[in-house]
């Protein structure tokens, strides 16, 4: 492009060859699109940029229509390229509504399709005389109603209307048509839907031979997929074998675990009980007998971890799920009716977090669907992979512990063993918390250790547990940081343990953990070495560490007893409350952006 003068015109002139003008845009147009139908890649960059380099230069002449219509057609492009890898059996179906002659009719049909509706034709008689503000609204009834077409004016002549995004449909979609007649002329409709029918997804094409060879899943229906969990007729299509599912995972030796997972978990679960101090952790959480269930949600996990499982229609409210598990598959179900609301449950969070969870009994009433969802919320589902199970029950005797964290790491041979975590009843039970004192809910720590004392009298918070005889003002941060409920506190909690799961594993992965780090000791002041023999940090000593050197004390006063509590509560806090984080710790915030956002348990 020339650099605009700031002499006059008179003094420069400018004679352009229309021809080598037509020359050049050959050679751009020529050379300048490249289009990969694998990813649908049109690159106009160099077109546009020719036509804002000539526009200016030939008078009369305005590209700026040509340039939006470069644009148009990549983000066409981008729309058809959402459709691409999809197959399946083309049909039409056809439906006719006689209409009559009122100002208004509303029908409706059954699809009775498992797939992709990609457009839709549509015709009327009595063309000589239709009116030309007769119009009609389309909607697919398919668990919502979706609105494909508002205020399409009939014309007198069939037309036909793509859909660049293909709208998924299930068996049970209806199609809902409300025409407004406002001729009042007698006519019969037709409209002929274009359908993508997917081939059914079949339920043993995900599971893996006893040679180790699977099938890679990448898209299917949620109810052929979950039939395996109900079917026990081996001459159903459906019935997956399941001596056939190789549930080999632990690698054994010193330890006398055995290979398969269940029974692998089981024997890891009683030994550790056999081992504890209070004789009864644990005992809730062993599994027995087994079930093919049990084989089946492992399953589960397997192809969502290894397969790429994508259920394409799963539906992600959990009571719509729990709805829709009640209702047999011919009425638009996952007919899942035989199983209890627990298993159904399982199932749910299990494709949720992409890990086996399972609920016991002294939390199946806690665990309600509010809970669910802040779960959902809150959780990373990615790093949740560094979890191998997560069981919803009560194993430990002491009441006041909320949720427990185990990872045995690279030690001894159990070296493909990640971390299991358990949630108590206690973490579900809102009365167990006063959310209004949590550090990283409500936060009131960062204020205390800047400039709270040591203090008597009634408006403290007690430490003794941590600190014996020493008490600290409460003196809370801005509001616009405080959030959350009882509620909330359980995923803290959860949040919590996961931080210990992932500071494991980074250890197990890359030689040391995240808490043992010399970066992450230098943020808080806390010396080198073990972390067990190290001293915690005094908030006393803070004050007087961020004044003088900078350092950022612990998110809370749990933090400050250990490196790698003090890590967990960062963790939790990055996680549910990030803006706080960021504000009031930004050399924390900046080590968990480092280290933890883009960590993957799997390799």
């Known amino acids: 492009m020339m650099a605009q003068q700031n002499t006059p015109p008179s003094v420069a002139s400018y004679v352009l060859n229309f021809d080598e003008l037509a020359n050049k845009l050959v050679d751009y147009l020529k050379n300048g699109i490249s289009v990969n139908l694998n990813g649908i890649t049109v690159d106009t960059k160099t077109m546009e940029q020719l036509l804002n380099e000539i526009k200016g230069e030939i008078q009369g ?5 040509l340039i939006s219509a470069l644009n148009t057609l990549g983000a066409k492009l981008d729309a058809f390229g959402a459709n691409l890898g999809i197959s399946g059996t083309e049909k039409i179906l056809g439906f006719a509504y006689d209409m009559g002659a009122v100002a208004e009719g509303t029908t409706e049909f059954e699809l009775d399709t498992e797939g992709f509706l990609t457009g839709i034709t549509f015709f009327q008689t009595n063309s000589s005389i239709y009116g030309l503000k007769d119009n009609f609204d389309l909607y697919i009834e398919d668990g919502t109603e979706i609105q494909v077409c508002k205020s399409v004016y009939a014309k007198g002549f069939g037309e036909h209307k793509y859909l660049n995004v293909y709208q998924k449909i299930s068996k049970s979609a209806k199609v809902k048509m409300v025409y407004h007649n406002n001729s009042k002329n007698n006519k019969v409709l037709w409209f002929d839907f274009h ?15 006893n040679s180790g060879v699977s099938t890679t899943i990448t898209t299917g229906t949620t109810a052929t997929y979950l039939r395996r969990f109900v079917v026990t007729d081996t001459t159903d299509s459906s019935y997956v074998d399941p001596t056939t599912i190789d549930t080999s995972y632990w690698t054994m030796a010193a330890e006398h675990i055995t290979n398969d997972f269940w029974e692998g978990r089981n024997i890891l679960l009683q030994d550790l009980q056999s081992s504890s101090s209070d004789g009864i ?32 229609d799963w539906n992600t409210d959990y009571n719509t799920f729990m709805t829709l598990c009640g209702k047999d598959i011919v009425s638009g179900g996952y007919g899942l009716q035989s199983l209890t609301s627990v298993e159904k449950t399982q199932i749910y969070l299990t494709y949720t977090f992409q890990t086996i969870t399972l609920i016991f009994p ?14 959902k919320t809150y959780l990373p589902i990615d790093r949740l992979r560094v979890l191998e199970w997560i069981d919803f029950s009560d194993v430990n005797a002491d009441k006041s512990v909320g949720a427990f964290d185990l990872d045995l790491g690279n030690t001894g041979d159990l070296n493909t063993f990640r971390t299991y975590m358990n949630v108590e009843p ?12 949590d550090e990283v809910l409500n936060p009131c720590f960062f204020k205390l ?21 020493l008490k600290w003002e409460t003196k809370n941060v801005d509001s616009a940081y405080c959030m959350g409920n009882a509620k909330t506190m359980a995923v803290r909690v959860f949040l919590h ?27 808080g002041g806390w010396e080198h070495g073990d972390s067990q023999t190290i001293p915690k940090l005094k908030p006393t000593k803070w004050a007087k560490d961020c004044a003088e050197s900078d350092k950022e004390p612990p998110i809370s006063l749990y933090g ?13 806090c990055y996680c549910i409350n990030p803006n706080y984080l960021k504000a009031f710790y930004p050399k924390r915030y900046t080590f968990m952006e480092t280290y933890v956002k883009g960590f993957k348990p799997y390799k």
């Open 497 to 523: 343990e996961l931080g210990h799961g992932i500071d494991f594993q980074y250890g197990t992965l890359n030689g040391t953990k995240l808490s043992d780090m010399n970066t992450w000791r230098d943020i």
């Open 362 to 375: 002294s939390c199946q009433s806690l665990l309600t669907a509010d809970y669910i969802n802040q779960f």
């Open 61 to 65: 002449i305005d590209y700026k229509d």
């Open 195 to 209: 359908v993508l029918d997917l081939p059914a997804v079949n339920a043993s094409d995900s599971v893996s031979s």
């Open 560 to 572: 400050a007893t250990l490196a790698y509590e003090d890590f967990a509560e960062t963790h939790s």
């Open 426 to 437: 206690s973490a579900l039970d809102p009365s167990t918390f006063t959310p209004s004192d």
């Open 281 to 312: 952790t644990y005992t809730n959480s062993v599994i027995t007998p087994i079930k093919n269930y049990h084989k089946y949600l492992y399953q589960m996990q397997k192809d969502i971890r290894s397969n790429g499982l994508i259920l394409t």
């Open 449 to 469: 250790y800047t400039d709270g004392q040591p203090v008597t009298g009634d408006s403290v918070i007690g430490v003794d547990g941590f600190f014996p005889g």
